[in-house]
């Protein structure tokens, strides 16, 4: 499995000590055919002390191989911000660590994909990649730095779509245009990793 897409959205402010619940559902399964892949759409809402909902994550996995079940071909979409034609607003690179997928494994995804370079070689990548939420953090990062002033309260939804891997190690630049709109590349290899 990969890790497609993700996005959050805050409905209030982060509760800074309470239990936290957390609900998730599966919202869509997608079938691309036989032998194709699979993706699984998924909501997770979290509620504070009191039950009410302060976020809301959304997440698409990317199942290699696991279409063919009969379900429906029809993906869910939104709308993305279109990039425009012009230069960016703000161009931030933030560089990874070569360690810093071992160091992201405290989070509790353990996928050899992540530490593994036979793991990550049987699924097609020169060497174990960054997880996607790692990678999803550091745009968000270079949003706040580039385009928000690292003012956190000005931020209250984003999402991203996972075009290629990062490798630990390299530098994502994220393009941000005052539209909203940005995308990120990975400086070394000059490729695509994210966009909306």
Request: a negative charge; glycine letters at 10%; hydrophobic letters at 40%.
């Amino acid at each position: 499995v990969l890790h497609a897409s993700q996005a959050f959205h805050l409905f209030g402010p982060i509760p800074l000590e309470c239990e936290v619940e957390s609900r998730t559902r599966i919202s869509a399964l997608v079938d691309k055919g036989l032998g194709k892949p699979a993706l699984i759409f998924t909501e997770t809402e979290l509620l504070d002390a009191q039950g009410s909902c302060f976020a809301r994550l959304d997440r698409t996995t990317f199942v290699r191989g696991g279409g063919g079940f009969g379900g429906s071909s029809v993906t869910p979409t939104t709308a993305p911000i279109s990039i425009p034609e012009t230069a960016p607003d703000a161009i931030v690179d933030l560089t990874t660590r070569p360690e810093q997928a071992l160091l992201y494994r405290l989070n509790g995804d353990f996928n050899p994909l992540h530490s593994d370079a036979a793991a990550a070689a049987k699924s097609g990548f020169d060497r174990p990649i960054l997880h996607g939420l790692c990678t999803m953090g550091v745009v968000t990062h270079a949003l706040l730095r580039g385009g928000l002033d690292c003012r956190s309260d000005r931020l209250n939804s984003m999402g991203l779509k996972f075009a290629s891997p990062v490798y630990p190690g390299e530098t994502i630049r994220t393009e941000i245009w005052e539209t909203g709109a940005f995308r990120a590349r990975v400086v070394e290899r000059d490729i695509l990793v994210a966009d909306q």
